[in-house]
Nanobody, 129 residues
């Protein structure tokens, strides 16, 4: 049974940093895409950052240069380092995975995660002014 468990959310002031973690278990994927998506209250879900099994990455314009997605294959964990946080970054952040990765990372962002097969329960990030 595949499980994605997020951690690392919390409350920080604007300009601060947080690192989210997504621990994946119950799989033996060799080719995949994993990523972070977020949903703010009253807004639609949006893509934040994605990474594939080869380490290629893609970012939403709103976070490029501030956020970094990475992975530790030995730990089956994907990270999202978030710097220079803004109040607009306040949202619940979800980790997701697609083990049938088709090879176009930007599509996962554009579709806000539609097509991802597995989702975590989310971790709340709150940025105060």
């Amino acid at each position: 049974q595949v499980q994605l468990v997020e951690s690392g959310g919390g409350s920080v002031q604007s300009g601060g940093s947080l690192r989210l973690s997504c621990a994946a278990s119950g799989h033996t994927w060799s080719s995949y895409c994993m990523g972070w998506f977020r949903q703010a209250p009253g807004k639609e879900r949006e893509g934040v950052a994605v990474i594939d099994s080869d380490g290629f990455t893609a970012y939403a314009d709103s976070v490029r240069g501030r956020f970094t997605i990475s992975q530790d294959n030995a730990k089956n964990t994907v990270y999202l380092l978030m710097n220079s946080l803004k109040p607009d970054d306040t949202a619940t952040y979800y980790c997701a995975a697609d083990p049938q990765y088709g090879g176009v990372l930007d599509e996962y962002l554009a579709r806000a995660g539609d097509g991802m097969d597995y989702w975590g329960k989310g971790t709340l990030v709150t940025i105060s002014p």
